[in-house]
């Protein structure tokens, strides 16, 4: 489909003109006045399904994220007033503003369904059209609508002269950044108030991540008329205003990063384990999934977990909120040792930096999880950096099983980079409606 241009043109399912939109709904706000409502956040933390749920919400903001999604649902389930999906899956407070609601969906009336039941809690709703995962080829959604432009029209169309609340979007890049600036442009004639761009393409998953390209990201943001967030490549404080010049872009999302390091927003460089108690305090207030929690601390721990491998264990083995903040508490012991131990303290302003300009921070310091899939020529698959203690080529050897088992055992949706942002994990339903 083209991009419409006049009465003409305008596609069917567009049964309204923007003025009669405008009239039904005075109130809601559009465009920059949208972004202006919700304190025109810099600092936004991505949609990550069964990882951004309300508690870790509630930490983000704390550490001067300005702007948080909920996880991806999958419309059908929300919808469903018989299913339990929506009473497991939906949780707010009041201090949990502002906030965007995310769904996955391919059905116009099902993702309205969905989303009026939370069109009274949330600033915003967001439909996902990024996840690369072959669940989302399966269940036709996320990136898998991209080839279907008439469909993602339809999607937020339907929301955009429904609903009371503004709709937004979040996308992938295509090879041709010709095309993804074409397909930009049909989002927001459908009526998207703010386009996120994910600037991998749909292929750049998993082992196949690389880089993101923030050239496309400024292509979007140069051939809109509404607030674009860029998304990718944000591994330190600094990335954030390098990102925001590179993009011009109103906003930068972080999704992995955020999980490894949820201060990353506030600048501050902080001990993996003052965050993780942080964080089991907050779920002592906010009931949260027992799931969610293990894959939280496993991320939070990344770099430590393989030296301390019967941490490890006893962390896969916690069943309770009392056995979790015990092993936190556990493994705050061994790290403050072994931060004792260290001939010279940790000294933030003279850290090294690798061949490739990546940070050496010791492996108690929260930090982003390096992956090297785009640059195999100089390094291993899913090599760890800074295994501190530990004999290097066990090290690896053993990182790569703990990860790989952390990331079975928790459950902790995505894959690499940015991917925990725009897609579900194995045990989310198959089918989108």
Known sequence: MTVPTGPAERPAHFTMTEDEVMAKFPARARGFELLHKLGNPKHVVAPMVDQSELAWRTLSRR????????????????????AKYFHEQWQTDGEDRPLVVQFCANDPDILLNAAKRIEHMADA?????????????????????????????????????????PVTAKIRVFPDVAKTVAYARIVEAAGAQIITVHGRLREQKGHKTGLADWAQIKAVKDAVSVPVFANGNILYFEDIQRCLDATTADGVMSAETNLYNPAIFSGKVLPTWQLAQEYMEICREIPTNQSYIRGHLFKLFRYSLPIHTDLRQRLVEARTMDEFAGCVEAIKVRL?????????????????????????????????????????????????LNEAQADPKPAASTAEQTTEAADSEANAGGSAEDDAADCSTKRQKTAAT
């Open 125 to 165: 709703v967001d439909i996902n059209l990024g996840c690369p995962q072959h669940i989302a080829r399966r269940g036709r959604y996320g990136s898998f609508l991209m080839d279907d432009w008439d469909l993602v029209s339809r999607l937020i169309r339907r929301l955009h002269e429904a609903l009371a609340i």
């Open 63 to 82: 550490y001067d994220a300005h702007l948080c999604y909920t996880p991806m649902f999958h419309a059908k389930s929300f919808a469903d007033e018989k």
């Open 336 to 384: 403050m040792a072994d931060a004792a131990a260290q001939s010279s303290p940790f000294d933030l302003d003279a850290f090294e930096v690798d061949e490739f300009g990546y940070r050496k921070y010791p492996h108690w310091i929260c930090q982003p999880a390096l992956r090297f899939e785009h640059d195999k020529e100089h390094s291993k698959s899913k090599r760890l």
